[in-house]
Nanobody
């Protein structure tokens, strides 16, 4: 059974930094590209960042986060991370991880709120 468990979200001030984590299970983690997505109320879930599996160093980011966010992974821990720097109000969202393309199963997400 595939599961994603996101954690680490909290309220931060503009310009601040935060690292969120996602523990994945139920599939051979190291073989799959992993991605972060985010969603705000009333809007569709959007892509944030992706990092390739064991056979590739491929990574890509949404234009809105390039230069500020960094995705990484620890295959020994089945965990993917998202380091977020210089946060702004538009980064406020519920953040999810999943494969790319995403599976039907999603975790609960972790809430990141940027407020003064």
């Amino acid at each position: 059974q595939v599961q994603f468990m996101e954690s680490g979200g909290k309220a931060v001030q503009p310009g601040g930094s935060l690292r969120i984590s996602c523990l994945a299970s139920g599939f051979p983690f190291r073989k799959y590209a992993m991605a972060w997505y985010r969603q705000t109320p009333g809007k569709a879930r959007e892509f944030v960042a992706v990092l390739g599996g064991a056979s590739t160093v491929y990574q890509d980011y949404a234009d809105s986060v390039k230069g500020r966010f960094t995705i990484s992974r620890d295959n020994a821990k089945n965990t993917v991370y998202l380091q977020m720097n210089n946060l702004n109000f538009e980064d406020t969202a519920l953040y999810f991880c999943n494969q790319l393309p995403p599976l039907e199963s999603w975790g609960q997400g972790t809430q990141v709120t940027v407020s003064a």
